[in-house]
């Protein structure tokens, strides 16, 4: 933002528009989907581990994909919204990550801001991929210890950057071929796999809690807790899923042909991003506010 900053741009009708419509976008993201859903996974990671089903658990889990995704992303496109409202642009920082058919690629289009800042300031310098193989997966595992480090000093978060460093690694070995010979739903699924146990890590408050949550995803616990399962869940979770999934279906470039050639299609748009935002209004001023995930960190 440095030359923008040192020479403001002016501020046009058009550039409020679009940057109110992408601010009622992030707004229905954190207010719509990723709130409601947050309330189960704030449930789910709270109960001993050891006490819920396996379909619990994986509810729970897919609750916390989706939340983290929409909760940030939703929060970037509220930056990028009120950025644009004053004639200032930024990068984006989402390309629908839960498409992605590798890990490799999932970086590359998840938090592209802190990704591409510790591959210019940290990858790089440290040699990056230029002094053999075998610095390079040193260099990569370096790259997400400190990420994971950077999310805060617990174990939970090392683990996750060190789960994401051998999933890089093994990319780099063989994994991101064998993938693309599977096709690209197999391919998505188990990159998606993947991604979802890295968040397991991720959400989980120690490594005992981890292993024991792994136990119960994977039918090893005892269930013996029952939980009641919001009615706003399953359908947040469904939608959720379809509007991160879609840019992978052959439904999405039509969409967006329609939408570049049709007026009538655009207008819709803006209408029901319009509702979106009096409803996450709405929503914001009945149910107690979350922070931002991130804000955490």
Known sequence: MKDQIASPPAIEWSDFQVGFLRFARGLGRKLLIADPLGAFV??????????????????????FTLQIYFDFAGYSDMAIGL????GFRLKEN??????????????????????????????????????????????????FLASGLWHGASWNFVLWGAYNGLFLTLDRLFLREALARCGKLIATGV???????GWAIF??????????????LFGMSHATMALEIPAEVPFTLILGAFISLLPATRLYRPLVRAYETQSWLR???????????VLAIARAVTVP????IYFRF
């Not at 207008?267 to 935002?277: D, P, R, S």
């Not at 506010?289 to 931002?292: D, I, S, Y």
């Open 42 to 63: 704030n449930q789910i990671f709270a109960a001993d581990p050891a006490s819920l089903s396996a379909g619990h658990a994986w509810l729970g889990l897919a609750s």
């Open 83 to 86: 950025a644009r409202m004053l």
């Open 94 to 143: 989402f390309n629908s990550p839960y498409i992605s058919q590798s890990l490799t690629e999932f970086w590359r289009r998840w938090h592209i801001s802190l990704t591409t800042w510790i591959r210019d300031y940290l990858y790089i310098p440290l040699g990056g991929d230029r002094r053999g193989e075998a610095r390079t997966y040193i260099n990569l595992w370096i790259c």
């Open 191 to 197: 990159t998606l796999f993947i991604v979802m146990i």
């Open 203 to 216: 959400r989980s408050d120690s490594p005992a809690h981890l292993a024991q949550f792994l136990s119960a």
């Open 267 to 277: 207008g819709a748009t803006i209408a029901a991003l319009v509702i979106i935002y």
């Open 289 to 292: 506010f979350q922070p931002f």
